[in-house]
């Protein structure tokens, strides 16, 4: 699995702007997940930029205006901006949608993501990519989502204050009231949280409220809060359920508990408190970039310095 989040696609972007040549005249996107990318290319381009069916209807956005016609006399060479290509028949659908204003206009194409032998479908790329694949962007509109665990708490809904966790009257309350935060467009495999059973009637009472299509709800069998935090499972519990071979992915709030999550099942964990995606916790690489052993490494630089130094 590899996975891309919006920071990795402005890394990219600014690591690879060179290969866009600088006359294009206007940026326009691909909704959806195009109008990201295309926004920042505008925006690094220093030029105007549009939607593509905004654009077919003579639209561009400028500064201090939603909307304005466009002059053609304006804008000759166009840059069609998608966020990846695949099988490539979102690009063939846009490009035949363009036809009836080549004679007004140059068209090239750019994806920002491609997979392995698809590179020259497009004029311009950034980075291939190989399936299967996650983006940041669009991953909770997924179709695989039904191959996936989801934590609630930081997930789908807000994480409870310390007064509303009273296990009571408030915390019931808070359930059948919490915010919604990620809500997935697509459905869900299997919904896995350390709340207690004792509160399933009022979760799928929210989760229904807030139009959470899954198929199962796996809720932690103990009595009371107390004895939740006694056992303090609750990376053990999610990870159980999402060691069935059937699925593919966790979507979890906690860092920590993501972490953990990976360390038993040594499957990918994308932690919402950070939106990077966990393949491996255990390795040297990910605790380098997590910061794990950023104080020990400041230590050995000091005295490497200070050896250099003489002192």
């Known amino acids: 699995m590899y996975y891309r989040n919006v920071a990795d696609l402005n890394r990219i972007i600014l690591k690879r702007l060179n290969i866009i040549p600088r006359d294009f005249d206007l940026i326009v996107g691909i909704p959806r997940s195009g109008m990201l990318p295309a926004n920042l290319l505008a925006l690094y381009l220093n030029r105007p930029y549009t939607d593509i069916h905004s654009f077919i209807n003579g639209h561009i ?17 166009v840059l069609v901006v998608d966020d990846s290509i695949a ?9 035949e949608s363009l036809k009836h204003l080549e004679k007004d206009f140059s068209f090239s194409f750019c994806a920002i993501y491609v997979i392995p032998g698809k590179e020259k479908t497009v004029d311009h790329y950034f980075e291939v990519v190989p399936l299967p694949r996650y983006f940041q962007w669009n991953i909770l509109n997924h179709t695989s989502l039904e191959k996936a665990c989801f934590d609630i708490d930081g997930v789908l809904c807000t994480d409870p204050t310390e007064e509303q966790n009273d296990d009571g009257e408030k915390y019931r309350d808070f359930i059948l009231n919490a915010p919604p ?28 409220a807030n139009n959470v299509k899954y198929n199962d709800l796996v809720l932690l069998d103990l009595p009371d809060k107390e004895a939740r935090m006694r056992a303090n499972s ?11 071979n059937q699925y593919i992915l966790f979507i979890e709030s906690s860092l920590s508990q993501a972490i953990e999550i990976n360390r038993i099942t040594k499957k990918p964990v994308l932690c919402t408190e950070n939106f990077e995606m966990i393949f491996d916790a255990e390795s ?28």
Not at 67 to 74: G, N, R, T, V
């Open 284 to 311: 040297i690489m990910y605790n380098i970039k997590s910061g794990k052993y950023f104080p020990f490494l400041r230590k050995i630089a000091l005295k490497i310095r200070n050896k250099l130094r003489g002192k």
């Open 234 to 244: 609750h990376a053990v519990h999610k990870a159980k359920t999402y060691m069935n």
């Open 87 to 95: 099988s490539g028949s979102a690009m063939d659908k846009c490009r």
């Open 61 to 77: 956005y400028k500064a201090g205006a939603r909307s304005q016609f466009f002059d053609i006399k304006d804008f000759k060479k």
């Open 181 to 208: 935060l990620f809500i997935p467009g697509s459905k869900i495999g299997t919904i896995v949280t350390s709340r207690l059973e004792k509160y399933r009637k009022e979760t799928e009472t929210w989760l229904a």
